[in-house]
């Protein structure tokens, strides 16, 4: 790679970053849990709220997963320049500090909320050793059994076999990042669409939308022309859609959504150059990781008094970033310079 590519930067991803964060956090705190009051309960081990109708944002698509797509493009678009980089193994080691330390933290307040809601009329407390070091693992929390105490996790899952996979195939194709992705497209589809059914299949299957955004990646640095962008992304989309095999135009269309923002946002990065957006970006990770349980055992408690739905929402979203804040300084940031300083040790 050039030295002009080594010094690339994407802007316009924190943006991107901080408008998917503000997505997830509002879908879950403004739509499932009112609109999911059965698996909310079922998540928090307490008796589905009662009242509030008419409360939440209802809207023609699911804002969630307009998030998740803007993530998982994010990743794809970002990914190839770490691996690029800093190769395979200086990756790998810098990738386990960035993700695993911050998520424990995370873990460590689900938990806790889930034992404080326990307190709340009917509440119970029943997490489990298995529950706990399955989510600890995460990659491996479908292998190690227990029951899915965090039900924002799934998507660190993908991440980091995404992680893995890519890692592995971009070192035995001698750092042909290219090579690695046509080395995996086969691998994915069969596992999807042709193996028995198994766990890894609703894992990889997103592994199309994430190298979709390493095309954009590789046209941003010259590595691909126009054509081949536009042809190589569509062809991905294609291919997502079918290993995915869902029976919901909406949720597609949900998708569609993110894809749309990602491309605006690359395309005209002053669309998503706001202020708000790139702070929230900065804590966007730390937020992911606390804002679910801890936020819903928020709303539960509020709920028991009465308190307005939009005011619920407002003070889950303010103690949930408050959190977020803690975390990132005193878990994220310090994780991550050790991270870079182990990684660095391996050039």
Known sequence: MSQQQQHIRFDFADGLRGLAMLAVVLFHYTQIFWQRRDRIAEVMNLPPIEGYHGASFVLPFNLGA?????????????????????????FAVSRLFRIYPTYWAGLTLTVAALWLASWLPDGEFDVTRADVLGHASIAFQDWLGGSNIDPVMWTLKVELWFYAMLGAAFALTG???????????????????????????????????????????????????RLETAAHFIVLLALFVWVT??????????????????????????????????????????????????????LFTLAQYGTPWWLMVIIALAATWCLALAINRCVELPTQKIGKRLADRLK
């Open 245 to 298: 095999n869902w029976g919901s135009p909406e949720l597609y269309a949900s998708y569609g959504i993110g894809i749309v923002l990602f491309l605006a946002g690359a395309l005209r990065p002053q669309l998503v150059a706001a202020p708000l957006l790139t702070r929230v970006a900065s804590v966007s990770y730390a937020w992911y990781v606390c804002h679910s349980v801890p936020g819903y055992a928020i």
């Open 175 to 225: 750092r042909r990042i290219k090579w690695a992705i046509w080395l995996l497209l086969p691998l994915v589809a069969w596992l999807t669409r042709f193996a028995a059914p198994n766990n890894f299949q609703t894992i990889v299957c997103y592994f199309p939308l994430m190298f979709a955004g390493c095309w954009l990646y590789f046209y941003r640095t010259g590595q691909a022309g």
């Open 66 to 90: 307009v998030g998740v797509g803007l993530f998982l493009l994010i990743s794809g678009l970002l990914i190839p320049l770490s691996l690029t980089r800093m190769g395979a193994a200086r």
